[in-house]
Each structure stands twice: as structure tokens, then as C-alpha cells.
């Protein structure tokens, strides 16, 4: 049996393959040393690839931890998630390939969201392709509490050009939202650790086992629970990536002078700038700055890209 696939499951040095739309993972690992061109990711195949694979098997069923699958080459991607790693400042991880939608999941508390990280994260997703959306969960435990905090949180990003959708894994809210969006498609949920990934998974397919973890009341931060990446098929849906929480999200090849165009808010107003280019930070005429004054872009945005080109370690 020689064909190919996609990988389902990073373990690390093992993985997981299915020929999709089948659903019929089995295990499989690299042949030889597989490297990407140009790319020092520090790894080399992630979930989302399309790879041709060889194996002495007849069918997919047939094939064994004892006998793996050999992965022989990973196919060009269409687009991919990648972020600086964390601990090794000079290499990247790619968090997921071929990524037909991305859902940027946040809580405003429990834990308290990071307006840096993610803009960090759609930054990414504006310069790799990726269509994102932002989920809002658990808001059934903070909205009665702090309804303008949630209602300027969603006004700052819709105005920006996002989609935001509210949603509670326990009651339920905003699920069959996200479940539409991600219909026939592969869609990947990444955020902060303890944002719920994993329990909004559970709750857009109840039969299957993502790992759900509970936040530390000691200082109200997620769990690391998820610890590999993994794609799974929601029942009459499409396919979702579960990845680990993380905790920091650096940016990966791209210059200072190129960040202000993958904010739309900005790459917009910037047509108006006096100077072209310009670094929307002390040029007179600019137009962003104008923006951010009269209220136009959010501060916090504007905020958030000034820590981008002042390379600020603590936003990432």
C-alpha cells in the first residue's frame, strides 16, 4: 500500500496518517531524514501535510506499530501556522498545515486574555493565508459580570475586520456556530493554554476524548493538557487540529517594515499616510496615528503592533 495522506497525529518521532476523507488512521514514521527547503522549523512534517508514504501493507488496517508506514516526502503546502520557538530563539515550529479556516480561541478572564499574543496570532494568520476567526469562550462565566469589558473586546476586533464568536462549552452557546464553519473543512484551534480548545472540541462532537484540563486557581492560568497535535474528524462536519496551549507566539520572518500591512484596520487608513513608507510612529501626516486618535483603531491594536517593531520580548 503506497499513496498518499495526510498526517493526522504528531507524537513527536511518530505519527498518525489517514487517506481523507477516509477515516482510517494508522501509524507511521519518517524515512530517513526529511527536511523541508529553506525552513528551520524544528519540525520537519506537521499535522495538516500531505505526504506520500510507503508500506508493506495491503490496507490501512493492516498496518502496525510493529510495521509503520515510511513517510518519504512531505508535499507543498497551500499555507501553514508557525511561531518562533520558544526555546530555541532561532527556530520556528509550524503549527499546522493546509489550514482551511483557524479559530483564534481567548477568554477575557479564566485566564485573563493577552491582547498580544493574540495579534501575534493574526498577524500569522494574515501573512500566511490563513482565514482566522476569533472565539470567545466561557462567556457564560464572565458576561453578566463584565458585559463592557466582553462588548469592547468584540468591538475592537470586528471593527478591525474579525469575526468574534461567543461561545460556552458548558451551556452550549455559539456551538453550533463554530460546528457550521467548520463544515467540509480543516479548520485549526490554537490559543493561550486553558482557553478550552479541548472542551469546545468535546462540545462540537461529544464521542470523541480530547484532553481537558481545569485552571489553577492559584494564579488563574491554563494547564498544559493538550501536548501533542492532532487532527479529529467531527461526525457529519469537517476536521479539527487540537494543539497545545501556548504560551508565547513570536513572529517568523517578517520584517518590521512589513508588520503595520497585516493589520487591516491600518493597512487601510495607511493609504492617507503622507509618507510612503511609513512606521506609523513619529512620521508627521500619518494617518494611522490619526486613526488611533480619533478613535478609528483601537489603542490596543495600536499597541500591540508598536511591541511587534520594538521586538518587545515580553509580547512574545
Known amino acids: 500500500m503506497n499513496g498518499e495522506a495526510v498526517v493526522v497525529k504528531n507524537a513527536g518521532s511518530h505519527y498518525l496518517l489517514s487517506c481523507l476523507p477516509e477515516w482510517a488512521p494508522f501509524p507511521a514514521v519518517l524515512k530517513g531524514k526529511i527536511r523541508l527547503?529553506?525552513?528551520?522549523?524544528?519540525?520537519?512534517?506537521?499535522?495538516?501535510?500531505?505526504?506520500?508514504?510507503?508500506?508493506?501493507?495491503?490496507?490501512?488496517?493492516?498496518?502496525?506499530?510493529?510495521?509503520?508506514?515510511?513517510?518519504?516526502?512531505?508535499?507543498?503546502?497551500?499555507?501553514?501556522?508557525?511561531?518562533?520557538?520558544?526555546?530555541?530563539?532561532?527556530?520556528?515550529?509550524?503549527?499546522?498545515?493546509?489550514?482551511?479556516?483557524?479559530?483564534?480561541?481567548?477568554?477575557?478572564?479564566?485566564?485573563?486574555?493577552?491582547?498580544?499574543?493574540?495579534?501575534?496570532m493574526l498577524v500569522t494568520c494574515e501573512v500566511y493565508g490563513v482565514p482566522v476567526t476569533i472565539v470567545l469562550n466561557k462567556v457564560d462565566l464572565y458576561r453578566e459580570e463584565a458585559p463592557e469589558t466582553v462588548a469592547n473586546f468584540i468591538k475592537i476586533y470586528t471593527e478591525a475586520g474579525y469575526?468574534?464568536?461567543?461561545?460556552?462549552?458548558?451551556?452550549?452557546?455559539?456551538i453550533a456556530e463554530v460546528r457550521e464553519a467548520c463544515r467540509d473543512r480543516v479548520c485549526l484551534f490554537s490559543g493561550e493554554s486553558g482557553v478550552g480548545k479541548s472542551s469546545?472540541?468535546?462540545?462540537?462532537?461529544?464521542?470523541?476524548?480530547?484532553?481537558?484540563?481545569?485552571?489553577?486557581?492559584a494564579h488563574l492560568q491554563g494547564k498544559h493538557t493538550t501536548s501533542l497535535y492532532e487532527m479529529y474528524r467531527i461526525a457529519d462536519c469537517g476536521y479539527v487540529i487540537d494543539t497545545p496551549g501556548l504560551?508565547?507566539?513570536?513572529?517568523?520572518?517578517?520584517?518590521?517594515?512589513?508588520?503595520?500591512?497585516?493589520?487591516?484596520?491600518?493597512?487601510?487608513?495607511?493609504?492617507?499616510?503622507?509618507?510612503?513608507?511609513?512606521?506609523?510612529?513619529?512620521?508627521?501626516?500619518?494617518?494611522?496615528?490619526?486613526a488611533v486618535e480619533e478613535g478609528l483603531i483601537s489603542p490596543e491594536r495600536y499597541s500591540s503592533y508598536l511591541g511587534m517593531i520594538e521586538e518587545d520580548r515580553k509580547f512574545r
Not at 508557525?82 to 515550529?93: A, M, P
Not at 469575526?163 to 455559539?174: F, P
Not at 469546545?200 to 486557581?217: F, M, N, Q, R, V
Request: hydrophobic share 40%; with cysteine.
Open 200 to 217: 469546545l472540541i468535546k462540545a462540537l462532537d461529544p464521542s470523541l476524548e480530547p484532553k481537558i484540563g481545569k485552571i489553577s486557581t
Open 37 to 120: 527547503k529553506a525552513n528551520e522549523s524544528t519540525n520537519p512534517v506537521a499535522v495538516g501535510d500531505r505526504v506520500l508514504f510507503e508500506s508493506d501493507a495491503l490496507t490501512a488496517s493492516e498496518v502496525s506499530l510493529e510495521h509503520p508506514a515510511l513517510i518519504c516526502s512531505v508535499m507543498d503546502r497551500k499555507n501553514h501556522i508557525i511561531r518562533k520557538s520558544t526555546n530555541l530563539s532561532r527556530q520556528s515550529h509550524v503549527i499546522a498545515a493546509n489550514v482551511d479556516m483557524a479559530f483564534a480561541v481567548v477568554s477575557l478572564y479564566f485566564p485573563e486574555v493577552k491582547l498580544p499574543f493574540l495579534d501575534r
Open 247 to 290: 504560551r508565547g507566539f513570536g513572529l517568523v520572518n517578517l520584517e518590521k517594515d512589513e508588520i503595520a500591512r497585516y493589520f487591516p484596520e491600518m493597512l487601510k487608513a495607511s493609504e492617507k499616510c503622507r509618507f510612503i513608507p511609513c512606521t506609523h510612529t513619529h512620521e508627521p501626516g500619518c494617518a494611522v496615528k490619526e
Open 163 to 174: 469575526r468574534v464568536i461567543q461561545t460556552s462549552a458548558r451551556t452550549g452557546e455559539g
